[in-house]
């Protein structure tokens, strides 16, 4: 635990520095370009923290921790795009939904343990149903 531990807080503090480019780059690479960020710089670390951060969740909590995918697009919805309110949102949000997940799959059946797995799915899935075709409305259809 310590190591994975030790991985995802560096990995955390160095998100937390980079905000305000994510910030930017959210304007366009050509804006934030002219504007002095090193697009694809960003671009290579931006990679590497989110091979680190995924492969230390994984690790730790095993495939369940992608559900975790799901809490940012939730948190964008509702405190907004900048990326300070919302690494720390989707910091706290992911792990109090898997805790109340793995709560609530332990405890809802008596003498039996729920997958964890289904009860995520049931949760991801839809959402992610939801997220697809808000955005296919805005872009005009399925044409």
Same mark, same amino acid.
């Given at each position: 635990?310590? #190591?994975?531990?030790?991985? /995802?807080?560096?990995?955390?503090? *160095?998100?937390?520095?980079?905000?305000?480019?994510?910030?930017?780059?959210?304007?366009? @690479?050509? /804006?934030?370009?002219?504007?002095? $960020?090193? #697009? @694809?710089?960003?671009?290579?670390?931006?990679?590497?923290?989110?091979?680190? !951060?995924?492969?230390?969740?994984?690790?730790?909590? +095993?495939?369940?921790? &992608?559900?975790? !995918? #799901?809490?940012?697009?939730?948190?964008?919805?509702?405190?907004?795009?900048?990326?300070?309110? !919302? $690494?720390? +949102?989707?910091? $706290? +949000? +992911?792990? /109090?939904?898997? *805790?109340?997940?793995?709560? &609530?799959?332990? /405890? *809802?059946?008596?003498?039996? @343990?729920?997958?964890?797995?289904?009860?995520?799915?049931?949760?991801?899935?839809?959402?992610?149903?939801?997220?697809?075709?808000?955005?296919?409305?805005?872009?005009?259809?399925?044409?």
């Amino acid at each position: 635990m310590a #190591v994975v531990a030790a991985f /995802t807080a560096v990995a955390c503090v *160095v998100a937390f520095s980079y905000a305000r480019r994510y910030d930017l780059l959210a304007l366009g @690479e050509r /804006t934030a370009g002219h504007l002095g $960020l090193r #697009v @694809e710089r960003l671009r290579v670390v931006s990679i590497i923290l989110v091979a680190v !951060l995924t492969g230390a969740a994984v690790a730790f909590a +095993g495939i369940i921790s &992608f559900v975790g !995918l #799901v809490v940012p697009h939730a948190v964008r919805m509702v405190l907004g795009p900048a990326h300070r309110l !919302l $690494l720390t +949102g989707s910091l $706290l +949000g +992911g792990a /109090t939904l898997l *805790v109340w997940a793995d709560l &609530f799959a332990r /405890t *809802v059946v008596t003498g039996a @343990e729920m997958p964890i797995g289904l009860l995520t799915s049931l949760i991801g899935g839809p959402f992610f149903f939801y997220l697809l075709r808000r955005a296919r409305s805005r872009q005009g259809g399925w044409a």
